[in-house]
């Protein structure tokens, strides 16, 4: 079975740091390098919002325009893993973070591959 597992969540005082990960596993990841992976949020009462994305294949990373500079994605394709080191928290950073995987693109729709979340909570 294709699994992606996200940890790392909690609840952290702004201005504070979080690190999440997302481990792949199952025979369709045998090949993750070629995953294109992507960190997504959703919010109490928004709708889902791309983080990050990023593909080794292509040496590729994208940033949310309201986590750049603050968020860093980061992968280890020989652990099937990637990571989001948050920093400089802030409340509106409260979400429940998903992480997803693609041979094709990393986008909000049409992604194969999705984890169940782990919350992050940033209080004020």
């Known amino acids: 079975e294709e699994l992606l597992v996200e940890s790392g969540g909690g609840l952290v005082q702004t201005g504070g740091s979080l690190r999440l990960s997302c481990a792949a596993s199952?025979?369709?990841?045998?090949?993750?390098?070629?995953?294109?992976v992507g960190w997504f949020r959703q919010a109490p009462g928004k709708e889902r919002e791309g983080v990050a994305c990023i593909s080794d294949r292509y040496s590729r990373i994208w940033y949310s325009p309201s986590v750049k500079g603050r968020f860093t994605i980061s992968t280890d394709t020989a652990k099937k893993s990637v990571y989001l080191e948050m920093g400089s928290l802030i409340p509106e950073d409260t979400a429940i973070y998903y992480c997803?995987?693609?041979?094709?693109?990393?986008?909000?729709?049409?992604?194969?591959?999705w984890g169940k979340g782990t919350s992050v909570t940033v209080s004020a």
């Open positions: 199952g025979p369709t990841f045998d090949d993750f390098d070629e995953y294109l």
């Open positions: 997803a995987a693609d041979r094709g693109h990393c986008g909000l729709e049409g992604m194969d591959h």
